[in-house]
């Protein structure tokens, strides 16, 4: 495993912000993991962006559905570089900012109250989180997809910051079509995650594919014809969409709206306001027949396009002789299950696994 590290060294004293590359040998699982999450680094250090770079730095070859050719050329070479931005944003300055107003154990609140103002009434802020409350305990069910929304909005939002594009070595040209694709990579997402939509149940079954539909919404919504989804004719004669964005209208449209939804976001969330927060999440979240944009109906096209998953295979060492060999399977059904086999010879795998999951307890107790 090689680790390159990134971060300020000053921030990273200091327990802020961590942005690390790794690159890793094998993966023992049936796809490919973009990062870790490393919770002990987590809840020692502070928030973290960790990459897999051998893994992130694997381009995409079958072009994605949606897209006129020249974004589907777009998205083919730039997605990773666009992914590596965005995602650094998201978990250092996404989920790594937002203040929550609390009271504390002797009463008093953790922020200037006569001075702090809610931006939506321009009144003192009148509602904030109770001793012993959590975000978790507070927000519920929605509370994963929603604090995810935010982050992603932060990524958006921040996403074109000339400097921000300098610490990822991105300038001129090449930077704006990275900001390009991080918006329209986030848009045909929410396309793509109707199939994780459930219309029995009116409810969404993965909270990022949830996020990415909500600011598809909100984009949507904004006007202006800044985005567009249109129902046409495939080149195979089904039924299919057509996703097309303005890029020019990215700063002048785009960033406006999103700005003002992720004000309403954090608002909501930093005054524990989750009847206001519920009521604007599940606006955005509902997939109708009758509008506009009948996403519902669009979710049918959707499915009926929808590729097989892609498993992968992956190696496996064995030490030999005092040296480490490495071997690699047939990219098949037969190569899955005998990588399978050969990864877990111990009969007492279980054993060895409480065992680890024992010793990284006291990092969450």
Request: net charge negative; proline share 3%.
């Amino acid at each position: 495993m090689k680790d390159k590290q990134t971060d300020n060294d000053e921030n990273s004293k200091n327990g802020d912000v961590s942005d690390a590359e790794e690159c890793v040998l094998s993966l023992q699982m049936s796809l490919t993991q973009l990062g870790e999450i490393y919770n002990e680094v987590r809840e020692k250090e502070g928030f973290k962006n960790v990459s897999l770079g051998n893994v992130i730095s694997v381009k995409p070859t079958e072009p994605p559905n949606y897209l006129s050719k020249a974004d589907q050329d777009i998205i083919l070479q730039y997605i990773n570089l666009a992914f590596e931005l965005k995602v650094g944003l998201h978990e250092l300055l996404g989920h790594g900012s937002g203040k929550l107003f609390k009271k504390e154990k002797d009463g008093s609140l953790n922020f200037d109250a006569p001075n702090v103002l809610n931006f939506e009434t321009n009144k003192q802020v009148s509602s904030w989180y109770e001793d012993g409350e959590t975000y978790d305990a507070v927000f519920g069910s929605i509370g994963s997809s929603y604090e995810e929304c935010r982050a992603e909005c932060v990524a958006l939002y921040l996403g074109d910051v000339p400097e921000i594009l300098k610490i990822f070595v991105y300038e001129g040209e090449e930077a704006e079509v990275i900001v390009y694709t991080i918006w329209l990579s986030m848009l045909l997402s929410g396309i793509e995650g109707l199939q994780v939509y459930n219309p029995k149940t009116e409810s969404w079954l993965q909270a990022h594919a949830q996020v990415r539909y909500v600011i598809l919404q909100v984009l949507l919504e904004c006007g202006e014809d800044f985005v567009k989804v249109e129902k046409i004719e495939g080149t195979d004669g089904n039924p299919d969409l057509l996703l097309s964005m303005d890029r020019s209208k990215i700063g002048s449209v785009g960033k406006p709206a999103i700005g003002k939804f992720l004000g309403k976001l954090q608002l909501y969330r930093a005054t524990a306001d989750i009847a206001s927060a519920k009521e604007m999440y599940d606006k955005y979240s509902a997939v109708k027949s009758g509008t506009k944009y009948p996403f519902l109906d669009y979710r049918e096209i959707v499915i009926a396009r929808k590729k097989p998953r892609r498993l992968f295979v992956q190696t496996n060492t064995f030490a030999e002789n005092g040296k480490v060999n490495l071997k690699t399977y047939e990219p098949s059904a037969d190569g899955m299950i005998q990588s399978w086999v050969d990864r877990f010879q111990e009969e007492n795998t279980d054993d060895i696994l409480e065992e680890l999951w024992a010793k990284d307890k006291h990092h969450f107790s």
